[in-house]
Each structure stands twice: as C-alpha cells, then as structure tokens.
C-alpha cells in the first residue's frame, strides 16, 4: 500500500471537514422547512410500518431481561442489591447470563 505524505494526510483532512461543514450548513438551512419536515415524518412512518413486527418480536426476546434490570436499578437506587438478590433469584440469574451483574 502506497504511503501517504503528511501534506496529502493534511489535504485529506480538510477536504473532509470542508464537506462535512457544508453538509451541516445545508441541514440547518433546510430542516425548519415544512417540505422537510414532512418528507422525515413520512420516511420515519413507513420504517415504522415496515419494522413493527421486528421490533415486537425483540421486546417479546427481552421482555425478561428489561423486567429484571428495571428491578435491579430500583433496588439498588436504594442500597437494597442484598434484598433484591434475596426475593428474585430468577431476576438475578437473567441478569448474570447477560452480564449485567454477577
């Protein structure tokens, strides 16, 4: 692979960051436009339409584990770990299988 100097290096930069400016100048020109607005609302409907079961299927897959770490943060916003680990000990091995503690 051919090396590049640190002025091409340099070049490559700015290029970057000139085209990355310019990209969020014309966002912020264009996103409190009502045509803008409405084509991102629309595009954000139909992923919504097209990834519903997707995303039921996922909360059905972790409907447990996002059971069990709400349980956990509650109690141990509380200093109460010792309780928690003492009434749910299914919670506790949910949430060790995921590494979420141990």
Do not use: C
């Amino acid at each position: 692979m051919e090396q590049l100097s640190d002025e091409r290096i340099k070049n490559i930069i700015n290029q970057y960051e000139r085209k990355r400016d310019k990209e969020r100048a014309r966002y912020e020109l264009i996103r409190g436009t009502d045509e803008f607005k409405n084509k991102n609302r629309e595009r954000a409907r139909n992923h919504y339409q097209l990834n519903k079961e997707k995303k039921k299927e996922k909360y059905d897959n972790n409907k447990d584990f996002m059971n069990a770490r709400s349980s956990y943060y509650y109690y141990k916003k509380r200093d109460r770990i010792d309780l928690f680990k003492e009434k749910y000990p299914n919670k506790v091995k949910t949430l060790s299988e995921n590494n979420m503690i141990i």
